[in-house]
């Protein structure tokens, strides 16, 4: 793939002269330095320190920035993380699935977003308020920017409403519900997480119409590629789905595929980490073992396939918390936890390199010849470590409701990671032809507010699992990644079900 702007010079992108700039700034430094010694003091002993830190500069705005000097604050390749450290806890949340067999067997394990995506500590309301509606209150979200390229109102601005009618599955009905999901069967003890709706501020989102779903999709497939994010999706879609047909397991090696007969509707599933070229051979300086990701060259066994799919949701970016080489134009740009010459500056860190996969990944659909489907790209996926990284005693435990808007802690990694995305998404599409479509699906401010929706502990049947802090204060293991099912994840489906919706009864009217 012959490619955009932002590949020519990466250098330019943010890390460096945001550094520089809060560096200059006293009021910058001294809050980094207070926050330092905070997450310092919050974990003495043998943790990890966080490579990304936050500061808070006099307007309040949030800033983020790697720091490069490995004297003052560990470097993400420094750092003991996702798989570096041989902590048990740390174990449990690297999956697998890379090398997993597709044909439905679930060999993959519930990982999770590693360094850096712990929660900030400054908190920005800038673009909240709070609504009390029949005295239940509800969140609103007021995003300003509104990239939907679609008719209808916009799906991302509005509201988590309380609604009892509860969830659209049980969770005991759902064969291919994965266990590490299926908190109830794990002994979550709250049900109430199950009973929100997202009601967008100019239209209703309906309740999840199976069979409208599926006559929608007769004799079309729809593919969710990605990483364990969007096995979540596809297992959510599957449950739904379940509840008016049961359908035949067609899976191969290649893909999982369940293929529903009444409306000849085929549900894939194709793993891919990262989206782009990944190989772990060695390349220059980089040796065997180490994933390599060509930035700039799309995942080739899932192009391979693309031709052949209606719909494709994509899943990515918690991948790039791991340890891996970046190459661009055939050079070694960067790296995540890899980086052997210290000497030498990276040209890239793992932020920036999300958004150039993203911009690969989208301008190779967009622009594939034998592709006319509809490409959504959902939104990175908010995680909800609280007071800590995934490793470093981050909880999302005993969390039984949505944040309110004055609760809300915005997430800084989450928040650049989100922001590159929609910038290469917005890139990658820019040679769009009319073939085919691509929209982006954007619920990550929406899904910060749902740090109850998360498993927690509650991640297997084990009578014996920790669910509760320790004497020393430590949270036990948790996954506050993935999302329970049945649970807010089920809204995505409700999402792509309105997109679909909008996408071919548009199609059906022509071109306006
Ligand atoms: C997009 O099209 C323009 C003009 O045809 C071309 O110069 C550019 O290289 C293309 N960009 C990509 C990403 O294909
Ligand atoms: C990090 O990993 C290195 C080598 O893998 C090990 O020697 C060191 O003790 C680890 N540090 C922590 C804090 O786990
Ligand atoms: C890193 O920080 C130390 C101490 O603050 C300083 O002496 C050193 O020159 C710095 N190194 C770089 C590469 O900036
Ligand atoms: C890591 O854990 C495994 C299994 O518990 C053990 O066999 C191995 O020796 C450990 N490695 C290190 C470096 O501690
Ligand atoms: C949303 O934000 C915009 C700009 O920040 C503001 O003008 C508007 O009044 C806000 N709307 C609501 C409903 O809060
Ligand atoms: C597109 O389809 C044509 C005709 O079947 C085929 O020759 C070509 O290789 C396909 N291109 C890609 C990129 O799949
Ligand atoms: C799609 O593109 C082709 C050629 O690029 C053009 O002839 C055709 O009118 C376009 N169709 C629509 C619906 O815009």
New binding site residues.
């Given amino acids: 793939m012959n490619s955009a702007s932002s590949r020519e010079n990466p250098q330019k992108m943010a890390y460096p002269k945001t550094l520089a700039s809060i560096m200059a700034s006293a009021g910058g430094l001294a809050m980094f330095l207070i926050i330092a010694s905070l997450l310092l003091i919050s974990h003495p002993i ?3 320190v966080s490579s990304y830190f936050y500061g808070v500069d006099r307007t309040g705005k949030v800033d983020l920035f790697v720091t490069r000097n490995r004297t003052t604050v560990s470097e993400p390749s420094q750092i ?1 993380v996702s798989g ?4 048990s806890s740390s174990e449990l949340f690297l999956e697998r699935g890379a090398k997993q067999s597709m044909d439905g067997s679930k060999n993959d394990e519930p990982r999770q977003s590693m360094d850096g995506s712990k929660n900030a500590e400054t908190v920005d309301r800038k673009s909240t308020a709070l609504d009390v509606l029949d005295g239940t209150k509800v969140q609103r979200n007021n995003r300003t920017e509104a990239n939907l390229a679609n008719s209808g109102c916009d799906l991302y601005q509005g509201q988590w409403v309380y609604d009892s009618t509860g969830p659209l599955y049980a969770s005991d009905s759902c064969p291919v519900l994965s266990q590490m999901q299926n908190c109830q069967s794990n002994g979550r003890p709250d049900k109430e997480y199950q009973n929100w709706r997202w009601k967008p501020a100019q239209c209703d989102l309906p309740r999840f119409d199976a069979k409208r779903f599926l006559e929608l999709m007769r004799g079309k497939t729809l593919a969710f590629i990605g990483d364990s994010v969007a096995r979540n999706q596809m297992e959510s879609l599957l449950c739904i789905l379940w509840q008016v047909e049961e359908p035949k397991n067609r899976g191969n090696k290649k893909m999982q595929r369940y293929y529903f007969r009444s409306t000849s509707t085929m549900i894939v599933r194709i793993w891919s980490s990262w989206l782009v070229h990944q190989t772990s051979e060695p390349f220059g300086f980089a040796p065997a073992g180490v994933d390599k990701l060509f930035l700039d060259s799309p995942d080739e066994r899932l192009m391979e396939h693309i031709p052949t799919f209606d719909v494709v949701v994509l899943s990515s970016g918690h991948w790039f918390a791991k340890q891996s080489v970046y190459i661009l134009n055939n050079e070694i740009v960067g790296g995540q936890l890899w980086w052997p010459d210290k000497t030498k500056e990276m040209k890239i860190n793992n932020i920036e390199a999300f958004g150039i996969s993203v911009e690969t990944i989208m301008n190779a659909m967009v622009q594939h010849p034998n592709y006319t489907g509809v490409t959504i790209l959902r939104s990175y996926s908010p995680d909800h470590y609280e007071g800590g990284a995934w490793n470093t005693g981050g909880s999302c435990t005993g969390k039984e409701k949505p944040l309110l808007d004055s609760e809300l802690v915005e997430n800084g990694f989450t928040n650049i990671m989100h922001e590159k995305q929609v910038t290469g998404f917005n890139k990658g599409i820019k040679n769009q032809t009319n073939k085919s479509k691509a929209i982006l699906m954007d619920i990550t401010k929406v899904f910060s507010y749902r740090h109850d929706g998360h498993p927690g502990p509650y991640r297997s049947t084990d009578p014996n699992k920790v669910v509760k802090r320790g004497p020393d204060g430590r949270p036990p293991p948790q996954d506050c990644l993935h999302w329970c099912m049945p649970g807010p994840v089920d809204v995505w489906n409700e999402i792509v079900l309105e997109i679909i919706k909008r996408e071919y009864e548009s199609r059906l009217k022509g071109p306006s």
């Fill in positions: 043998g943790s990890t003991n570096n450290s041989n902590e």
